[in-house]
């Protein structure tokens, strides 16, 4: 299977290296291209085999599966460049969370489907969200699932939580890395202890929180409930985080979901134009 990657930017890089440092695919089956060729070109000297294109047509021309990994002002653009060398036999694939499949399958011939990643695919783990067309056969989403899984777990969702999802998945570890940040500037500002031991300590907390999550039987809740004794100090301090977060994660979807809904309208005027425009 030979698979292409317009865009090199931060996500489509992560997931072009995801898959080759996985091997689920070779880098002499892939091409791709950026609009700043050298970043492009810089990527491939790190990965001997990888072809850099010296087009999007090109690209499209050598794929069986391409992944469009463009910004969503920049995918009209792209799509109508590609439009002449798409056929009906390639899945093509967004990763922009704003462009709709039916924006892709009204301006392309090929199977479409939506993917949304994380940063977490990085290190082989989280979930990779997958959406797909009608025009997608069972085959095909197995296809697509079974190269996912090699970096992620694939998690069918519905468009409609396109949002939510990405929330929860692809914009968490920003919004928990965040979090973890501010907890070592506080634990550094209040005691004195020093900013890498603060950090070594804060890291290895998440990546066990994460495993006793995954792995060890407990939900959030229950976690909470393990470590929590009844007028202890953890109980001290979640009663403060009761208060002082109350309705913030409330508000952050909102704010959320406000700029998605501002991307998607400015998405929607693009292609609302005649095919070519």
Not at 15 to 38: C, D, W
Not at 89 to 116: C, D, F, G, R
Not at 147 to 157: A, E, F, K
Request: charged share 20%; proline share 5%; glycine share 8%.
């Amino acid at each position: 299977m030979k698979a292409g990657f317009i865009g090199t930017g931060s996500m489509g890089s992560m997931l072009i290296e995801a898959f080759i440092q996985s091997g689920a695919l070779n880098p002499e089956k892939m091409t791709i291209v950026n609009r700043t060729p050298s970043k492009a070109e810089r990527l491939a000297q790190s990965y001997p085999g990888l072809r850099v294109a010296r087009s999007a047509i090109e690209t499209v021309q050598n794929s069986d599966i391409l992944f469009l990994c463009v910004r969503p002002g920049d995918f009209k653009n792209v799509i109508d460049e590609i439009r002449p060398a798409a056929t009906a036999a390639q899945i093509v694939i967004s990763i922009t969370s704003p462009v709709l499949i039916s924006h892709l399958e009204a301006h392309l011939p090929s199977k479409i489907a939506k993917i949304i990643p994380s940063i977490t695919n990085y290190v082989l783990s989280g979930a990779t969200l997958c959406m797909y067309s009608s025009r997608m056969t069972a085959e095909d989403k197995v296809l697509l699932e079974n190269l996912l899984s090699q970096i992620s777990v694939p998690i069918r969702i519905s468009e409609q939580h396109t949002r939510v999802s990405s929330d929860l998945s692809s914009c968490g570890p920003a919004f928990l890395a965040f979090f973890i940040e501010k907890f070592i500037e506080a634990a550094v500002q209040e005691t004195g202890i020093s900013w890498e031991e603060a950090s070594l300590l804060a890291c290895e907390m998440t990546l066990g929180t994460g495993k006793l999550l995954k792995d060890g039987g407990f939900t959030p809740q229950s976690l909470k409930n393990r470590v929590t004794v009844p007028g202890g100090i953890t109980a001290a301090g979640l009663s403060l985080l009761d208060q002082e977060l109350a309705g913030v994660f409330n508000r952050l979807f909102r704010i959320t979901h406000a700029k998605y809904e501002e991307d998607l309208k400015k998405v929607e005027t693009k292609f609302s134009g005649p095919k070519g425009e």
